[in-house]
C-alpha cells in the first residue's frame, strides 16, 4: 500500500485548498485512477487540513497517482511532489492508523477525523474501489481508532480554557442560561461557539459594539446591550466575563442590587485583570471561578494527553502488528500446497544446501533463522 | 566476531606504538584475554600501522577485550574508545578481508601484510587460541586475499616513480651494477632501498656529504665521492641521476671520455630540471629514460590500481558471502533434527499459525518469506 499525504504539516492553505475535491469530484478522480489500471484499490479522504490518497498497484502506480492528482488540482507536478509526503507499506499503514485516531491532527486526538474516514472509505467500498488490502487496512484502522477513544483520555482532554470553561457551564445543570460579558473578544468568541454546542445551553451575549456579527446568526443566542448586563443577571444561570477591560464588568455592590433570588449561580471570570469583584464570592449560593483555575486544569490536562498519546501509540503498534501479520498470511495462502509438496518430496537438508549454494549469505540466514524458528519456538 | 582497530587511519604513531606489543606481550595478552572467560576465541595483528584484536565472546566480552587492550597500553580507556573502530559480525569479517587483501593498507596493494597476518594468526593457533570460527574466517580470508593477487593487478601495480624506476633498473640485466647520483636526496633514499631490495643488483652511491649515514649501513653499497663519479661510469650498467643540482650531473663530453666499451647502457634522469645532458642519448648501446616516462606509467598504474581495487572488492564480496553460510550453516546444523521432528510432528498450517500468534510481525513475515522460497526456488 501506498499513501500521498498532503496535509498541514507540508502544505499551506493555498496548495491545500486546490486538493480539497469536492465528493463529485473525488469519485470522478478514484474511477480515473482506477481506470488506468496500475492502481488496484484506492480510497481518496479530503478535509480541510488534509487530501490523502491511499493506493495499492504495480510499480507504476504511484506515477500514475500522483500525475492524476497534479491534473486534478492543477498543482503542477513537481511543486506537488515538494508538498507531500509519500510513506509506502508499513509506513503507510502506520500513517492511516495515526491519522484515524487523531494523533496526526492539529487539536490532537479531535475525533472527526475518524468520521471523515468512515466517509471516505465507505464512498470508495461503495464504488468497488477497495479489495482485500484496503478493507482490512481501513477497517483495522477504523476498530484501532475507537479502541484509543475507549482504552484512553486521548479524545476526552481538553487542553482549551474556553473548552473547560465551556464544559463547565453545561454541566451546571440540567438546562443553563448563560450571559457572557464579552463575546466578541478571542477567548469569548471560542468560549460561545462551545457553549452552543452544548444543546442544554442557551447564550445571552453582551458586546460593546453594536453588530456583534460573529455571534448574532447563531441560534439559541441573544445579543445584548453591555450597559444592560446588570438586568439579565438575576434569570442567568451563569455568567463568563472574558474582556480587556481595565474595570470590573461585574461589581459585587451593582451585582447585589440586580439580583432577586439566591438559586445557585456559577461566575467565572476568564479575563486578566479580573473583570469579576471577588467579593461576589460572599453571595448566598453564588460560586466564582477564576481563570487560574482553567489554566490549571489545561496544564494537568495537557500532561494527560501526553500519556495518552503514548498509549495510542503503543495499541497501534498492536493492532496494526496483528494487521500486518494477517495482511502478509492472506498473500502467503496461495503458496501454501507448493511449500508442503517440496517439504515432503526433499530432505530438509536437501534444501537447505540447495539454498546455500543459490542464495546470498542475508537470505540464507533468513532462513536459517526461519527454520531454527520451528526447532525453538513450536 | 568482533574486531577492535587502531589503525593510521584514526590513531598518530603516538597511540599506534604503547599498542605495538612485541610478540611475548602478544601471547600473554591473548592468554589473559581467553583466562577472562568472556571471549572464546581471539587473534591479535601488531604492524607499525595497526593492531587489531579479533575474538568471539559472550556480550561482555567488548569490554573485557577494551580494558585489557587499555591495561597493556596504558592508554586511559576512554582516550582508547576515541581511537579505535568497531566492527561486529558481518562487517567485522568485510574488514578483515579488506585488511587481509591491502585495501586498507598505506599503500595500497602492498603484501606484507598478508604475511603478517598470517604469523598473527599462526601464533594464536598455536596457542589454542582459535577455533571454528576464526579458524574458517582467517583462512578464508587469506585464500581471499591469494586470490586478488593471482586475479587482480592489485599488487603488481606501483604507482612510485622510484620504485618503477627501480624495476626498470633490475630488470635490465641478470646482474646490475648501479651508479646513483644524489643517493641522499629524496627521490634518490627511496630508490636506493628499493635497489637494495633486489638481489642481483649492487649499488655505488655517490653524496656530496661526507657521511651519507641514511645509505652507508646498508649491504650491497658502496658510498663515492660526488667529484668522482665518471669514474665509475664505465663498469656501470645503469647510471641513475636525482639531485636538486641546477646543473647537469652528466655531461656528454665527460661521459664520452670516460667510457671505453659500447655495452649496453641504462641512463635514467629523476631530476627536475633534468641532470643528464640528453644528447647522451647518442653513445652507441646507451639507452636514456627521463622522468616523464615514470611519471606516465605511474599515472597509467594509478588507474589500473583504481580499477583492480574495484575488482578485489568483488571478489571479497563473493568470498566473505560463502564464508557467512559456511558459519550460519555450522551453527544451525545443531538444530536440525529438532526442526525436522516439528516439521514432521505439525502440519505447515500448525506450525505457521503458531508463529502468527507468537511473533512480532516482522519476524512473521520473514517466516513467510523463508517458506515462499522454499515453494518457488527448491
Avoid at 465551556?166 to 445543570?173: L, R
Avoid at 444543546?199 to 450597559?227: L, P
Avoid at 439566591?262 to 485583570?273: M, Q, S, T
Wanted: a neutral charge.
Amino acid at each position: 500500500m501506498y499513501c500521498i499525504s498532503v496535509n498541514y504539516k507540508n502544505s499551506d492553505v493555498n496548495i491545500r485548498k486546490k486538493l480539497a475535491f469536492s465528493e463529485n469530484v473525488q469519485k470522478e478522480f478514484l474511477t480515473e485512477l482506477i481506470n488506468g489500471k496500475t492502481v488496484s484499490e484506492c480510497v481518496i479522504l479530503c478535509t480541510c487540513n488534509r487530501t490523502e490518497l491511499y493506493f495499492c498497484g504495480n510499480e507504476d502506480s504511484l506515477n500514475t497517482a500522483q500525475n492524476l492528482l497534479s491534473n486534478y488540482s492543477g498543482i503542477e507536478c513537481d511543486l506537488l511532489k515538494k508538498h507531500l509526503y509519500l510513506f509506502y507499506s508499513d509506513k503507510a499503514v502506520m500513517h492511516l492508523f495515526r491519522v484515524v485516531s487523531g494523533i496526526e491532527s492539529m487539536v490532537i486526538g479531535e475525533d472527526e477525523i475518524l468520521g471523515q474516514i468512515k466517509l471516505a472509505y465507505t464512498m470508495a467500498k461503495d464504488l468497488g474501489m477497495t479489495g482485500y488490502e484496503l478493507n482490512m487496512t481501513f477497517q483495522s484502522a477504523m476498530a484501532c481508532a475507537k479502541k484509543i477513544k475507549t482504552q484512553t483520555a486521548l479524545s476526552k482532554t481538553s487542553v482549551s480554557t474556553a473548552t473547560l470553561a465551556g464544559n463547565e457551564i453545561a454541566h451546571f445543570k440540567d438546562k443553563v442560561n448563560v450571559l457572557v460579558i464579552g463575546a466578541t473578544g478571542k477567548i469569548g468568541t471560542v468560549l460561545v461557539k462551545n457553549l452552543l454546542s452544548h444543546k442544554n445551553v442557551s447564550v445571552i451575549a453582551t458586546s460593546r459594539k453594536h453588530s456583534a456579527e460573529s455571534v448574532q446568526t447563531k441560534a439559541n443566542i441573544t445579543i445584548a446591550n453591555y450597559a444592560d448586563r446588570y438586568s439579565y443577571m438575576d434569570s442567568a444561570d451563569c455568567v463568563v466575563s472574558a474582556t480587556a477591560s481595565p474595570h470590573y464588568t461585574v461589581t459585587y455592590y451593582d451585582l447585589k442590587k440586580n439580583i432577586k433570588t439566591d438559586k445557585p449561580r456559577l461566575f467565572i471570570d476568564l479575563a486578566v485583570p479580573p473583570d469579576i469583584d471577588g467579593s461576589v464570592a460572599e453571595i448566598k449560593g453564588l460560586k466564582l471561578i477564576g481563570i487560574d483555575y482553567f489554566e490549571k486544569l489545561a496544564k494537568n490536562n495537557n500532561e494527560l494527553k501526553l500519556d495518552s498519546v503514548e498509549s495510542a501509540k503503543e495499541i497501534i503498534k498492536e493492532e496494526s502488528d496483528v494487521l500486518k501479520k494477517d495482511i502478509a498470511f492472506h498473500f502467503f495462502l496461495p503458496h501454501m500446497e507448493s511449500v508442503k509438496n517440496k517439504l515432503s518430496e526433499n530432505s530438509l537438508e536437501e534444501i537447505l544446501y540447495k539454498f546455500k549454494a543459490e542464495l546470498p549469505s542475508e537470505e540464507f540466514i533468513k532462513i536459517l533463522d526461519a527454520f531454527k524458528s520451528c526447532g525453538e519456538k513450536i
